[in-house]
């Protein structure tokens, strides 16, 4: 079973930066889909970035230009570059993957293929 352990939230002021890494273990194939969710107080989970194997990229409108999503060589960890954040980022941030191939690198894709998250990690903007 895949499992997935996000860490390096925190709580920081509005035009800050942070960076989140998740990693990934027990998965017999490889991840050739994986992306970065949040979810606020009161609101529905939603992807934010996802990065196929090819490292294609793909991002909400709201984060374009200032977060970067990317995976190191091994593909077993995912980062998430956060800058000039603002009060409007501050969720649970959450990582997915799935081995699944010849399907769109999507966040409805990726939500679909999750049957267990992870605990996430707090992302707190103050303004």
């Known amino acids: 079973q895949v499992k997935f352990v996000e860490s390096g939230g925190g709580s920081v002021l509005a035009g800050d930066s942070l960076r989140l890494s998740c990693v990934a273990s027990?998965?017999?194939?490889?991840?050739?889909?994986m992306g970065w969710f949040r979810q606020a107080p009161g609101k529905e989970r939603e992807a934010v970035a996802t990065i196929a194997q090819d490292g294609g990229t793909s991002y909400i409108d709201s984060v374009k230009g200032r977060f970067t999503i990317s995976r190191d060589s091994d593909e077993s960890v995912l980062y998430l570059q956060m800058n000039n954040l603002k009060s409007e980022d501050t969720a649970m941030y959450y990582c997915?993957?799935?081995?699944?191939?010849?399907?769109?690198?999507?966040?409805?894709?990726?939500?679909?293929?999750?049957?267990?998250w992870g605990k996430g990690t707090q992302v707190t903007i103050s303004s």
């Open positions: 997915a993957g799935t081995p699944l191939l010849g399907v769109d690198c999507t966040g409805q894709i990726l939500a679909l293929s999750m049957a267990d």
């Open positions: 027990g998965y017999r194939y490889s991840l050739h889909c």
